[in-house]
């Protein structure tokens, strides 16, 4: 299986921040990377697919990098709905396989 | 605008089937080429894929889970279902559906499944 590493596992910022999360893979998956924000007691949210493609309405502040083995989720400027916990999945090999989670939390 | 609502019994008790039922709405599960997934979320924890089917009602299934879990469709209802066999308290979770794997787009609130006797 494809391990995914998302850092940090947490994060405390403050609206306006810059914030960017890490998903590192354990082997090359090209650009088969995608992310999601779940907040508490709801499903995830897709956020970004093919590892920088911004689903539609998700707010440009949103934004994706990287290829291979190593990308990033970057919000330019948090706003209060952007707490919450962001995972990464890689869709390249079966089985699926998300990260462990990164929870942005108000500091 | 795709819906997706699991449901099915909270409560499950150890050694038995835990059945669940996702049902689909704003378009047609038997009209290719999607994909519809399960996945589930331990307590606390993070998210397990644990399969798909096909809108031709092939499947896959995750290695881990692959001995006790079936899936299939009932495009007469639009409707596609998990059975997960033999469960332990361990398969206690938030379990969700959602349509495609790459990604996956549109979910399902998730459905807390309790294993206890």
């Known amino acids: 299986d494809i391990q995914m590493t998302q850092s940090p596992s947490s994060l405390s910022a403050s609206v306006g921040d810059r914030v960017t999360i890490t998903c590192r893979a354990s082997?090359?998956?090209?650009?088969?990377l995608n992310w999601y924000q779940q907040k508490p007691g709801k499903a995830p949210k897709l956020l970004i697919s093919?590892?920088?493609s911004l689903r539609s309405g998700v707010p440009s502040r949103f934004s994706g990098g990287g290829a291979g083995t190593d990308f990033t989720l970057t919000i330019s400027s948090l706003q209060p709905e952007d707490f919450a916990t962001f995972y990464c999945?890689?869709?390249?090999?079966?089985?699926?396989?998300f990260g462990q989670g990164t929870k942005l939390d108000l500091k | 605008q795709v819906q997706l609502q699991e449901s099915g019994p909270g409560l499950v008790k150890p050694s038995q089937t835990l059945s669940l039922t996702c049902t689909v709405s704003?378009?047609?599960?038997?009209?290719?080429?999607?994909?519809w997934s399960w996945i589930r979320q331990h307590p606390g924890k993070g998210l397990e894929w644990i399969g798909y089917?096909?809108?031709?009602?092939?499947?896959y299934y995750n290695p881990s889970l692959k001995s006790r879990v079936i899936m299939s469709l009932d495009t007469s209802k639009n409707q596609f279902s998990l059975n997960l066999s033999s469960v332990t308290a361990a398969d206690t979770a938030v379990y969700y559906c959602?349509?495609?794997?790459?990604?996956?787009?549109?979910w399902g609130q998730g459905t807390l499944v309790t294993v206890s006797s």
């Open positions: 704003g378009g047609s599960i038997s009209r290719g080429p999607y994909y």
């Open positions: 959602a349509r495609g794997i790459n990604p996956f787009d549109y």
């Open positions: 082997q090359s998956i090209s650009n088969y």
């Open positions: 089917i096909y809108y031709s009602g092939s499947t």
């Open positions: 999945q890689q869709s390249y090999n079966t089985p699926y396989t």
């Open positions: 093919a590892a920088s």
